[in-house]
């Protein structure tokens, strides 16, 4: 694919609050933008739970992931797993907002034509989810404009801008539920910088914003975990639009337990941060619970047990039987995950503290109907925008430069290669484009590439709907393309005669195929006639 990232740069508002489609209940992005209409009051929230309890859920740097993409099994993610988490905690009676803290609309900045058509309708596909997992506010970052401002704009979700705050009221439920009667005050600051974040939360906390003085404060920071020390008015921040958490596929995000307390998630939906809140009665500010370190590590060492049986899991070739019991495992380990973190955080909170847990979505965890219905509509409409650009404006591939070799597709390798087209047949490269047709997904861009043989090359694919000849993944991806060796067969003519590991790493990447082991997956393509001796 055609790829050009980069920032862009943005002017700000000077503080104001603008907010966009109401009574949607609560998402916060960090990021930038330009100065926007004036804001309608902010939301109203019923509270349904304790005596001034609260529940936050916030998701950061989805990068327009409304499902995992990818070939490794039981992959984390998905909007629909996150929805349904929320509406589980809306359900329990606990008054529940939902932030998102940036960079939520698209993967990267610089898309080609062809790319945009989808990637716009994915867009809108994130924003409805949002809006039907109730959104509240949003504060965009550079990777929302991917496709400018008035697109951004024309999506109507409520924005939060850098350096704006605001008051989010959650009110008392119905009577005779045993909750306090007073409406708990939850204030929102976005920011790039900690001095932008100690301004607007002083005010939030002085009452200088609509809604009354805030209880407690969330600062969204468009930055580093680093950059939020001295936000010393904030409870609690979440670092958006930083660079990625580099770990483990376990490692769900990071807590930095300083003053304040900063979390950092994963990216691309992969997990969901929860916050319980407990309000001390006598007004006091919250403070991060003891104990979360405890609970934070343990979570962490079940997080890896569960990842060794998803990369086994995910071995080539792996029996029908073993794959039965591996997948019942990572199901009963999910669960007891799952009733391990609720009751560590539950035994953990006591009024005037809060605790934090990172929540990976993992895929034995339900997901919401409402949203699942949304992505499919994508999935259906999506494949027809990109099939119908493709026939109206799609232009095949250009021939090589005179002297350079092009794709010339397997079937011209064949003849004298008949023993290594029999283990070829056994690899899953031989139906890799198969897979996408069996789920719809053949037209899409964002697969299609490491789906055939020769993407966007010389001889290979430039259109989606012109792979005659060079579906799936083919002898040329590995080795090179072919057309002169094909003419003059010679040792010597073979672009890659061993291809190494980063030649595999370019489909294979830690994004979409988790526990790709170049070591352990390499003896599975070879056999004789391919690279191994043997009769």
Known sequence: MRREDGTERHRFSDGTLQLRTLLLPATLLLGCARATPPAPPAPVL?????????????????????????????????????????????????????????????????????????????????????????LAVRAPG??????????????????????????????P??????????PVQVGVAAGKTAAELEQAAAALRAGARPGGAARFVVGLLAGAPSAAADARAVDLVIAAQAPEVVGAEWDDGRLFPG????????????????????????????????GQGDIERELKAQGQRLELLKTELGQPRLSPERRALLEARVKELVASREQLAASAQ??????????????????????????????????????????????????????????????????????????AFTVYGQSGHSHAYAT??????????????????????????????????RAQVGCENCHGPGSLHVVRPTR????????????????????????????????????????????
């Open 492 to 535: 010597t003519n073979i672009p890659r005669p061993a291809p190494g590991q980063n030649v595999c790493l370019g489909c294979h990447t830690p994004e979409n195929s988790l526990h790709f082991d170049f070591a352990r997956y390499l003896p599975r393509i070879l056999g004789p006639g391919h690279a191994a001796r043997g009769k």
């Open 436 to 469: 996408l047709e069996k789920v719809s997904k053949q037209y899409r861009l964002d697969c299609i590439a490491c789906h055939v043989t020769g993407f966007q090359q010389p001889g290979g694919v430039c259109r989606v709907d012109q792979v005659e000849g």
């Open 346 to 419: 539950s035994t953990a909170l006591a009024p005037g503290t809060f605790t934090v847990r990172f929540i990976p979505l993992e895929a034995a965890l339900p997901s919401d109907p409402a949203v699942d219905a949304i992505v499919a509509d994508y999935d259906r409409e999506v494949a027809q925008l990109n099939l119908a650009w493709a026939r109206e404006h799609g232009q095949s591939c250009p021939p090589a430069a005179k002297g350079e070799a092009a794709y010339v597709g397997n079937e011209a390798c064949r003849a004298c290669h008949a023993r």
């Open 46 to 134: 019923q509270l349904a739970a304790g005596p001034a309890r609260l529940t936050l859920f916030v998701t950061a740097d989805v990068r327009g992931q409304l499902v995992p993409c990818g070939c490794s099994a039981a992959m984390r993610g998905g909007l629909g797993r996150a929805a349904a988490q929320i509406a589980a905690a809306r359900a329990s009676g606990v008054p529940t907002l939902f932030l998102d803290a940036g960079d939520a609309l698209f993967e990267r900045t610089g898309l080609a034509e062809d790319e945009a058509v989808g990637e716009e309708r994915k867009a809108r596909a994130v924003a409805s989810a949002f809006k039907a997992m109730g």
């Open 142 to 171: 550079p990777l929302d404009n991917a496709r400018g401002e008035p697109f951004r704009l024309a999506l109507e979700l409520p924005e939060l801008l850098s350096g704006a705050a605001t008051v989010l009221s959650a009110r």
């Open 173 to 182: 439920g119905a009577a005779g539920t045993g909750y306090a009667a007073a």
């Open 259 to 290: 003053t304040p307390p900063v979390a950092q998630l994963q990216t691309r939906g992969r997990s969901l941060l929860r916050v319980d809140v407990a309000l001390a009665p006598d007004g006091g500010r919250p403070v991060l619970a003891r």
